[in-house]
């Protein structure tokens, strides 16, 4: 690979689909929902049946605008909708309503932020809204040898179509530049961004060109491209196969071709299918579509903070490592939890280890969504609060934590219910030292003969004899001062 | 109930509401006639006898209760056969959906039923709307009641001869480049082209859509009126229809008409020339309805509408263009025909298109595929558009000069079955006068002006966006200056309906 793109330079451009996460489809308002048994959601607009006609989704509108906005496109003041015609037995109109030379936005980018280097900016050429198909159903029935079936549950359901202009470089780039796109439309909440239930969805055009020539070479057409692990493979094998294709003199093939993500290769579909003239022409069944700038203005002023803004701003608030705040802010729902748990604390980042670490690791153990969390935010400040206060050591605050996610206590109703209170108090802790040094007068004089390793042996007692309550820090200091003190 | 080609909407729901007959007496006699007259007509393809004796004892108990009866009431209907009706078989004319049962109601024909309408059944048509003489339905030709050897006109042909022959007093139908004022003209009633988006096209099944409309066919200016404003306004369930109000039109038919001024496109008269020919016969009565208005004080002015020469062949490309699209959902795999045994997926495409739709529906996929096709768009589809833009521009200069445009609705009164289908050029350049309003999008109603050797012949009023008032107003007027025409002599007699 490395030796591949020592000498050839690829050039990658990505064509995303994200399905927006509005409660009806486009146009018409059956729902959106996922997962329900097949030809649920149906109505005669997204049946196509005769003389059924669409109508617009503003709320799809709004989020595409959003999506958009987010990524730095202009929006144009009128947008048309056109039919794209292909036949297939998912797609119930015979063509799908879409969007061709005037489309919703153009010219935006996103930034890549690349470990120490500088800040990539790619390009985005066009965002456009349209329809989803249904979807065939090929296997699992007991007829499937001879016949397939139609689920049109996701006919009709929003998509926004994003595209690149062949500004990424590597497959790394192309990762990189997914993993920004999807945690940009997660903060806008334009969609789920679930790429198991085919809300986001990536096709990657990629070509080879000899390092330092600047024309492009042949571009190929990847689809199917339906995780980040299979984007990055099939980009890498691709590069190898078209790196191949030139080293023996051959010449690479403007074609599309399908990754097989078991046998990781991709390839050629059969020209037939890909011979397609899509005859697009404007949809007379709507009219045009107009974003004015009130309503482009209105969309503007209430984008959240976007994920390089919100790491940027953890880092300088917060004292956060720039990783940390990059961790928080892959979710918005944890950023956004960290900065409840953080406000008015005087210890952000001890908050930050705890919401990375157990509670992060409590949440994948449950397989839960950070909007289930057990603890509310406040109650992991309190429990910080409490280490912090020398209350509790933190290897009580962990049993702390899981009794607080367990039983759904409080930090000090869960310290109260455990009898966890560390022992802070000096005269106590020296009385507790006092009856250890007694008990143990031949490990004293060894230490005091300068054996000084044997002090971990008398912390441990004492930490025993006070049933691990006594504050650790003091029993060092007192113990030293005992033990120096003859 | 003996004389029913005479019912007025009026008629009906005034003896309706002095208990004189019943809704379901009416619509009983209806289903009579039609069953005398449709073996030789072809007119109607699918009755409603449930539906309407549900909807017709709903009127019936309003006007038992001494109720206010709704505009419509017991108005017996017929509904061309593109309009979606909910459980009521809809063919498009069509082998393709010749056992399709709609879930939906087209708004149309919603808002029909709400005034009080009573729909009888669904009517024959040009498969899926496609053609000027009816002889494109997988059902058969409708025959026109005036002469059964003649076509009724199309496609709205059922629609144009059963209310001619007295099967229902009103019929809806649809009009895309013709289709409801050619066969109006035909068979010597009235026919309504509304504005675009003025009737929602929500339930009419789809030709070429921006140029689609619905709209009422009636035996008088004031019938049209009250089915016009029973369907027109906004719909939310068409992005298209326009949210403008709907004036009273039946009320604003008194209003005058002296001090029109009426526009005669000379190219209307002259070009007619070059393209087969304006019948003399029709050119006659059309003059002779323009000296009636002249006379009643509207002032005739000779105007231009320079691009109509092009309207034809414009509206080929646009209307094709579109129907190749609208026509792609009829693939056999959700509803309607599939043929039987096909091997593969393709196989199946391949073999439900070619024997379900009829040979003029494919020629039309075809022209409008090539149309929309890389390399031919800007050549065909993009210049079409604009031409039809300057056609607009023709219209809107021209409504600055005068109030309304007149000229013949059709260049021959009805021809002959057979006539003209081996021809399909020839048949396409019937449409020459009425192309141009629906590429403008402007209202136009046509209505019998004459008869010229024996069949009737119509006069069009074209009017500006949303006059429809004018239009109809205009058309009442004439008509009292003209008198009775119709109905054709052999559903003339009391009782007869073409029962012979
Ligand atoms: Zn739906």
Known sequence: ?486 | MTELPLLSVEIVRRRIGERQTTATALAEACFGAIAAANPRLNGYLTLSQERARTQAERIDRLADQGLPLPPLAGVPVAVKDVLSTRGLRTTCGSRMLENYLPQYDATAVERLEAAGAVILGKVNCDEFAMGSSNENSAYGPVRNPWDTERVPGGSSGGSAAAVAAGLGVAALGSDTGGSIRQPAAFCGVVGLLPTYGRVSRFGLVAFGSSLDHVGPLARSAKDAAYLLAAIAGADPKDATSADVPVPDYVAELEQPIAGLKIGIPCEAFAAAGETGGLDAGVNAAVRGALDALERADCQLVEIRLPHTEYATATYYLIATAEASANLARYDGVRYGFRAPEAESLGAMYRQTRDHGFGAEVKRRILLGTYALSAGYYDAYYRRAQRVRARIAEDYRQAFQQVDVIAMPTTPTPAFRIGERIEDPLRMYLNDIYTVSADLAGVPAISLPCGLAGGLPVGVQFTGNYFAESLLLRLAHHYERLRGPIGPPPAFATPGGNGAQ
């Open chain 1, 1 to 486: 690979m490395a030796e591949t793109e020592s000498r050839y330079e690829p050039v990658i451009g990505l064509e995303v689909h994200v399905q927006l996460n509005t409660a009806s489809k486009i146009f018409c308002s059956c729902t959106t929902r996922f997962g329900d048994p097949p030809n649920t959601h149906t109505c005669p607009v997204c049946l196509g049946l005769p003389g059924a006609l669409p109508v617009l989704n503003r709320a799809a509108v709004d989020k595409a605008i959003r999506a958009a906005l987010g990524l730095n496109c202009t929006v144009r003041e009128t947008s048309i909708f056109a039919r794209k015609n292909y036949f297939y037995p998912d797609l119930p109109k015979g063509y799908q309503i879409s969007q061709y030379d005037r489309p919703l936005a153009e010219h935006g980018h996103l930034e890549l932020e690349t470990d120490g280097a500088a800040a990539q900016r790619i390009g985005i050429t066009r965002l456009h809204l349209e329809e989803d198909a249904g979807k065939s159903m090929h296997e699992g029935f007991p007829d499937s040898l001879h016949r397939s079936y139609v689920d049109l549950n996701r006919a009709g359901v929003p998509l926004i179509e994003i595209v690149s202009e062949p500004d990424l470089r590597s497959p790394a780039e192309a990762h990189e530049y997914l993993t920004r796109l999807k945690e940009i439309m997660l903060y806008l909440d334009v969609s789920d961004c679930n790429m198991e239930e085919g809300s986001l969805r990536c096709d990657a055009n990629v070509s080879l060109r000899p390092r330092g020539q600047t024309a492009f070479g042949a571009k190929v057409e990847i689809k199917n491209l339906n995780s980040f692990r299979f984007l990055q493979r099939a980009l890498e094998h691709e590069i190898e196969r078209q790196a191949q294709v030139l080293d023996t003199g051959g010449r690479v093939l403007q074609e599309t071709r399908l990754y097989n993500a078991a046998e990781g290769v991709t390839r050629g579909m059969r020209s037939k299918e890909e011979a397609h003239d899509y005859r697009y022409f404007p949809e007379p069944d709507l009219p045009p579509l107009r974003v004015s700038a009130a309503w482009r203005a209105e969309i503007e002023r209430h984008l959240p903070e976007l994920p390089k803004a919100r790491r940027e701003r953890l880092v300088a608030q917060y004292g956060l490592t720039p990783y940390d705040a990059a961790v928080l802010t892959a979710q918005p729902a944890l950023a956004a939890y960290f900065e409840r748990a953080a406000a008015g604390a005087a210890n952000a980042k001890g908050i930050a280890n705890w919401v990375l670490g157990d509670l992060s690791a409590w949440l994948n153990g449950h397989g839960a969504a950070v909007e289930q969390a057990p603890v509310p935010p406040e109650q992991l400040a309190a429990l910080v609060g409490l280490i912090d206060g020398g209350v509790l050591s933190s290897k009580m605050a962990k049993d702390v934590f899981a009794r607080m996610a367990a039983e759904g206590e409080g930090a000090e109703a869960a310290v109260a219910a455990l009898g966890l209170r560390q022992i802070g108090d000096a005269g106590a802790i020296e009385a507790i030292i006092a009856a250890v040094l007694e008990a143990h007068p031949k490990q004293r004089e060894q230490y005091q003969a300068g054996k000084t390793a044997l002090l971990g042996f008398f912390v441990g007692q004492v930490m025993k004899a006070s049933q691990g309550q006594a504050n650790p820090g003091m029993v060092n200091d007192l113990l030293r001062k005992a033990l120096e003190a003859k």
